[in-house]
């Protein structure tokens, strides 16, 4: 799928941290972006709006994949997938930079999600880090958001280590599996403040 894609200025297929490769979404690994969706379901589904019914299927991350590719070339949105450069067939996770909004904000607002069994070994950092590096150095973006529910300690944690401050806490904000929830949210403002 990308051989033939012309990205916008600023962005790049895939992206190497010391030990991570991001990628943006392709259907050359349709079947990996399912598999990682599908083992880690459980523990995703708490944390996120429902999804669709036939969301875990392979057609519906195929028209995703390429979906989520069409938002990165119009820099709306731009998905990555995170893989182990020691084992370069297998995500552990996704970090996504969405709601961009370049003038006159130049503001994004960024979501991760990592597998279970890959958490608590830096790997969400590490990527997070990466992201925020593409927005505000290669996007040019200024201000970058992020919101978490009160009660996930480890994201939480995961936005204080990496650089964020508390904005406030957002009210019945977004509806998770049926119920408007509170989210706090949070803000990085250069990339002076990212902490790796």
């Given at each position: 799928?990308?051989?033939?894609t012309?990205?916008?200025?600023?962005?790049?297929?895939?992206?190497e941290?010391?030990?991570?490769?991001?990628?943006?979404?392709?259907t050359?690994?349709?079947r990996?972006i399912?598999?990682f969706?599908?083992r880690?379901?459980?523990?995703?589904?708490k944390?996120e709006?429902?999804?669709?019914?036939?969301?875990?299927?392979?057609?519906?991350?195929?028209?995703l994949?390429r979906?989520?590719?069409?938002?990165?070339?119009?820099?709306?949105?731009?998905?990555?997938?995170?893989?182990?450069k020691?084992?370069p067939?297998?995500?552990?996770g996704?970090?996504?930079?969405h709601?961009?909004?370049?003038m006159?904000?130049?503001?994004s607002?960024?979501?991760?999600?990592?597998?279970?069994s890959?958490?608590?070994?830096?790997?969400?950092?590490?990527?997070?880090?990466?992201?925020?590096?593409?927005?505000f150095?290669?996007l040019?973006?200024?201000?970058?958001?992020?919101?978490?529910?009160?009660?996930?300690?480890?994201?939480?944690?995961l936005?204080?280590?990496?650089?964020?401050?508390?904005e406030?806490?957002e009210?019945?904000s977004?509806?998770?599996?049926?119920?408007?929830?509170?989210?706090?949210?949070?803000?990085?403002?250069?990339?002076?403040?990212?902490?790796s």
């Open positions: 799928m990308q051989n033939h012309q990205l916008p200025t600023g962005l790049s297929f895939s992206y941290t010391e030990r991570l490769i991001l990628r943006l979404p392709s050359d690994y349709l990996e399912h598999d969706l599908y880690n379901r459980s523990c995703f589904e944390y709006p429902t999804a669709p019914e036939n969301y875990y299927t392979l057609d519906f991350q195929q028209t994949a979906c989520e590719l069409k938002l990165a070339l119009k820099l709306s949105s731009v998905r990555f997938y995170v893989f182990l020691e084992d067939s297998t995500i552990i996704t970090v996504c930079l709601n961009i909004i370049k006159p904000y130049f503001t607002e960024v979501g991760y999600k990592f597998d279970a890959y958490q608590h070994h830096g790997y969400a950092r590490e990527a997070l880090s990466m992201a925020l590096s593409v927005g150095y290669g040019g973006l200024h201000k970058i958001f992020a919101r978490c529910m009160p009660e996930n300690t480890p994201s939480k944690n936005l204080h280590a990496t650089g964020f401050f508390e406030g806490i009210r019945d977004i509806l998770i599996q049926g119920k408007w929830e509170d989210h706090i949210r949070y803000a990085i403002l250069n990339p002076d403040e990212i902490h």
